[in-house]
């Protein structure tokens, strides 16, 4: 993916005048991205419990007060009905796609923004560490286990995971350098095993795209913010707004801000 | 404060017969010991958020579901109705004490557990650092500061932090063996210059007793879980319950957990 020097505050006026509808991978490097979900205030306190209970998986970095679109920890001034390129709306059981749910707001709307892998893969790049993926220019692989989340009454999932294969010199360092960053998912689940976690098959993901394991690597787990897409489904509220799967908020936090 | 060799559950089941009735200062060293709030759950969703917008004085450990005096993630098993030796309840606006909450307990109440000092002070008495108060046999001295923390709607609060004296050449080491703590405060939010967060007079403490500090040591400020009673007292919700000054709930997490 094409690296684009923008600030984070370009990309998101970009989204919001309807100039960018593509993924968020690549660009305003450096600078935090984050998952986005928006539900009503009845279903606010237990969503966050559900986090609360499983960060590693859903590491919240911003809320919202109820009704206001703004994330003022981590991007003052912006507007989360605008500054995502590309959403989708889950209403009456059906989920549709938007760029823009202005139209669509509501008063008793609560905003979460949660951490994401991007935010370590860049540290492990600058720790000349491969991400396998991003030199294949593929989506990460992503896995369903058998390890389970702390349920809440209405929000449970298995925990879903993120793998990156690591040659065995380099394995103690990814895990030193990932585990600085707890707000983005942090140190690794598991190291080795995929079949100890319940993955039978490392070349068919339950999500992404698989990619080459080389001789001598060691496929490496962490925990990923697809678990919190999964919870959101079992719970299956009335009406919930996510970013589209890649189509980032870019915050103002840097990287670095996470560690 | 005699350190008493016992279990985290022997030290709850003590409080539940009504046998403990101290503070729990020196009891099961190297378990987490938590500060409580217990409050409806129409409050629960903004206290959840006021301490995700304020991590560092408001660590959340644990969160109990709607209704369930059980604190399933820190202390499977235990009661928050009956396992602290002395509670705290705010109702219709006056503060009453009591051994014993099963009484007034209800079904819409949510439990909060938050990490304390505890566990960073045993860290670094391991680490042959000094912990003054402990040294005198006092409480920490714990001062409002004119740092703000992140509000809610309803709720807001200084930043209160507590103080320990250390030697110049000993000031490093604190840090880095506080910082690991991350859901026990972590690392210190001021070094040696009290007056640049608002406090003048380090022998008037505003919470806890005063004590020396030497030739050569430097005050050493952290963030402090008495923030959150004061922003429970501005809030001023019609009914809630916290643990009394010093008698904390003791957790099976040992310390090392928070780390």
Redesign the interface.
């Known amino acids: 993916m094409l690296s684009i020097p923008m600030t984070p505050a370009e990309v998101r006026y970009r989204c919001r005048m309807g100039l960018l509808d593509r993924s968020t991978a690549g660009l305003a490097l450096g600078y935090v991205q984050t998952n986005v979900v928006i539900l009503p205030?009845t279903w606010?306190?237990e969503f966050?419990?559900f986090c609360?209970?499983n960060p590693k998986a859903c590491p919240?970095l911003d809320?919202t007060?109820?009704g206001d679109p703004e994330p003022r920890?981590i991007a003052p001034g912006a507007d989360l009905r605008t500054d995502l390129p590309r959403y989708q709306i889950l209403q009456d059981g059906k989920w549709t796609e938007a760029t823009d749910i202005r139209s669509i707001w509501r008063e008793d709307l609560v905003g979460f923004l949660i951490g994401c892998s991007f935010s370590f893969e860049n540290a492990m790049l600058n720790a000349g560490l491969p991400v396998r993926h991003i030199e294949v220019g593929r989506n990460v692989p992503m896995y369903r286990t058998h390890l389970t989340c702390?349920p809440?009454?209405r929000f449970s999932s298995p925990l879903v995971v993120s793998m990156r294969p690591l040659p065995h010199h380099q394995v103690v360092r990814a895990v030193e350098v990932t585990s600085r960053f707890?707000h983005a998912h942090g140190s690794p689940v598991q190291i080795g095993d995929p079949d100890s976690i319940g993955i039978q098959n490392l070349e068919a993901p339950d999500y992404g795209d698989p990619v080459p394991i080389y001789a001598n690597e060691v496929p490496v787990f962490w925990a990923c913010g697809v678990t919190t897409q999964t919870a959101l489904l079992h719970a299956n509220p009335e009406f919930a707004i996510t970013h589209a799967p890649g189509h980032m908020f870019v915050s103002d936090l840097r990287d670095e801000c996470l560690s």
Do not use: G
Request: proline share 0%.
């Open positions: 205030s606010a306190f966050l419990l609360q209970r919240m809320v007060d109820v920890q702390v809440t009454q707890q």
